[in-house]
């Protein structure tokens, strides 16, 4: 189950990404955001009503898959509804700082989780900034960021454990580590590349005026 969601994730932070950058009309990936957190819930209550809950792990993945679920489901109707995305921010906020303890309680038994749960915080951190400060210029930088880290975090991570083949391996981990930070580096110049074009800031003001309406 865990697996899944990790595998929907991927999908669901790629279009969302695609979304800021103006590439996907707001209300398209709002849609695909909610079907994917609806159906990530589902399965976090199918995990936890069928899994042994006192097996080492068992809850912290239940987290994760109910954080991930939720946080598509308030992004969808966030957009859909037009609610300001103020509370989204806080939320973001929130799990960010809940994010960065997963990532210390995975870290003993799999480095190779923490990291990207350490990845996941800087993710929902930046939404934090944007949404609940108002940094609107870091929308370029957030789009790239989901597009470049959404595959290598969620998307190839879930094809590794649905196969049997999740590292658990600590130079894995470290390797993981490093290419995300390189990726963060890229999309935080591509995102300054769209700032000074002026293309990406207005795409996604004009996006945000689309879906109120």
Do not use: H
Not at 49 to 54: F, G, H, I, L
Not at 111 to 134: E, I, K, Q, T
Not at 168 to 190: K, Q, T
């Amino acid at each position: 189950m865990p697996y899944l969601c990790l595998l929907l994730s991927g999908a669901a932070l790629l279009v969302n990404g695609l979304a800021l950058l103006g590439r996907i009309p707001l209300r398209d990936s709002a849609v695909f955001s909610l079907l994917i957190g609806a159906t990530q819930l589902a399965l976090g209550i199918t995990y936890v009503s069928t899994a042994d809950v006192s097996a080492p792990g068992t809850l912290l993945g239940a987290a994760g898959m109910f954080l991930f679920g939720l946080t598509y489901v308030y992004v969808g109707l966030d957009a859909l509804l037009g609610l300001g995305s103020k509370g989204l921010g806080w939320y973001s906020g929130l799990v960010a700082v809940f994010a960065v303890l997963l990532s210390a309680a995975w870290l003993p038994a799999d480095p190779f989780l923490a990291v990207l749960w350490l990845c996941w915080a800087v993710l929902w951190s930046l939404f934090f900034v944007r949404m609940a400060l108002g940094c609107e210029p870091l929308g370029p930088f957030i789009g790239w960021s989901l597009v470049l880290t959404s595959q290598v975090t969620a998307t190839l991570p879930a094809f590794l454990g649905l196969a049997g083949y999740w590292p658990y391996d600590r130079s894995v981990a470290a390797g993981a580590a490093v290419v995300v930070v390189l990726l963060l580096v890229a999309a935080g110049r591509l995102g300054w590349r769209s700032l000074r074009g002026g293309n990406a800031t207005a795409a996604v003001p004009e996006a945000v005026r689309t879906a109120v309406r």
